[in-house]
Nanobody, 124 residues
Framework: EVQLVESGGGLVQAGGSLRLSCAASGFIFDDHAIGWFRQAPGKEREGVLC????????YYADSVKGRFTISSDNAKNKVYLQMNSLKPEDKAVYYC?????????????????WGQGTQVTVSS
């Protein structure tokens, strides 16, 4: 059974940092692309970052460049989203998702499996 489980969300003050984790199981981790998406209240879900062995790291949200980074630990089947200099507009539910052919995309419909999401709240 494929599972993706996010953790690490919470409440942080503006300018602070959080590191989200995505723990994957049930598939060959190295073959997949793992993307991070977020959905703010009243808005559509948007792609943030993606990592894969074939594409490397791809940014989909210009607003996070220079502040967010993505990394993976293949031995642990985990992908991390390091978020620095957080802003109130980063408040959202953050999801990780896997794409089974290893190609990153900013289109949520390209992804096959999703985690349940983790809430990030940034206070001003």
């Amino acid at each position: 059974e494929v599972q993706l489980v996010e953790s690490g969300g919470g409440l942080v003050q503006a300018g602070g940092s959080l590191r989200l984790s995505c723990a994957a199981s049930g598939f060959i981790f190295d073959d997949h692309a793992i993307g991070w998406f977020r959905q703010a209240p009243g808005k559509e879900r948007e792609g943030v970052l993606c990592i894969s062995s074939s594409d490397g790291i791809t940014y989909y949200a210009d607003s996070v460049k220079g502040r967010f980074t993505i990394s993976s630990d293949n031995a642990k089947n985990k992908v991390y989203l390091q978020m620095n200099s957080l802003k109130p507009e980063d408040k959202a539910v953050y999801y990780c998702a896997s794409e089974m052919f290893g190609y990153c995309s900013g289109d949520e419909y390209e992804y096959d499996y999703w985690g349940q999401g983790t809430q990030v709240t940034v206070s001003s």
